[in-house]
């Protein structure tokens, strides 16, 4: 199986994260730590797998889990 192509650009914040998810609609995606996208579009799973993939992982701001009171 081989890899479907993508271009890969690493977000420097959430605003530009979501101004290119915005841009590129369906022929884009989020990817961070524990997604499991890169095995889906080695496996072919995708109709029409995104051209672009965007970083969410060098975003300081998503290090973290809050708990409050709720969960």
Not at 13 to 35: C, D, M, Y
Request: without cysteine; proline residues 7%.
């Amino acid at each position: 199986m081989n890899l479907q192509p993508f271009e890969y650009v690493p977000a420097d914040s959430l605003q530009a994260a979501a101004a290119l998810l915005r841009e590129h609609g369906e022929g884009a995606a989020a990817i961070a730590g524990g997604t499991d996208l890169l095995g889906t579009l080695k496996d072919a799973i995708h109709g029409t797998p995104p051209e672009l993939l965007i970083g969410l992982k060098p975003l300081a701001n998503l290090r973290y889990v809050n708990a409050d009171a709720q969960g």
